[in-house]
């Protein structure tokens, strides 16, 4: 079954520290990969996504690392602020799929404390 | 202006009832999706329509059925609710025409469904 596993499940980071949610996708060929991010009470919302072309993508304080070989990627925020304290998940996107289908990861709980 | 709407936010039903969300665009997407997403956050797609046409159905009960009248519209009706239905029910929608990195899924607020 194609899966995209997410650590941690819940991360606290200082106001002005570097949040690092990783996830690591298995066997199947996925070729986009976006990252979402949900407030309590909302719907996700795209954050930022990446092709495997690419092994960087930077937009503002978030930068999506993606080693493709090891079919891992990782999101980055820099300088955290409490308001980017919400959920946080990474998805795949199955080749061929066009974006019919969405594989999210578990979801990390990201808390900046002020 | 609202992107994707639903419609109840929230619904409390007993068990063994029928009930019905609601779900439309006006972002002029022709793709739609029904996401659940259970009290651990986990995040599943159930069913995806393109132009009106069934295209994903994630092994879902057929107690489950989805209807798309039109482009701009996804409802989901669901019979016999049982306890395990309950979770937030999350729709979006996307275009599939195009450069794939525009293609972001676009989600509604959510519907709580509590069964009791």
Not at chain 1, 38 to 48: D, E, S, V
Not at chain 2, 32 to 45: A, E, N, P, R, V
Not at chain 2, 58 to 71: A, G, L, Q
């Amino acid at each position: 079954q194609q899966q995209v596993k997410q650590s941690p499940q819940s991360l606290i980071v200082q106001k002005g520290g570097i949040s690092i949610i990783n996830c690591a996708y298995e066997n199947t060929a996925f070729d986009y990969f976006p990252w979402y991010q949900q407030f309590p009470g909302k719907g996700p919302a795209l954050l930022i996504a990446i092709r495997p072309d690419v092994s960087e993508k930077k937009e503002g304080r978030f930068t999506i690392s993606f080693n493709k070989s090891a079919k891992q990627f990782s999101l980055h925020i820099m300088d955290s602020q409490p308001g980017d304290s919400a959920t946080y998940f990474c998805a795949a996107s199955p080749t061929g799929s066009g974006t019919y289908k969405y594989i999210f990861g578990t979801g990390t709980r990201l808390k900046v404390l002020a | 202006d609202t992107a994707v709407s639903q419609t109840p936010k929230y619904l409390v039903t007993q068990m063994g009832n029928d009930k019905s969300i609601k779900c439309e665009q006006n972002l002029g997407h022709d793709t739609m999706y029904w996401y659940k997403q259970d009290s651990k956050k986990f995040l599943k797609i159930m069913f995806s329509y393109n132009n009106k046409e069934l295209i994903i159905n994630e092994t879902v009960p057929n107690r489950f059925s989805p209807k798309s009248p039109d482009k701009a519209h996804l409802n989901l009706h669901i019979n016999s609710l049982e306890l395990g239905d309950s979770a937030v029910y999350f729709c979006a929608s996307s275009r599939t025409s195009g450069a794939r990195l525009r293609n972001e899924q676009f989600f509604g607020p959510g519907t709580r469904l509590t069964v009791l």
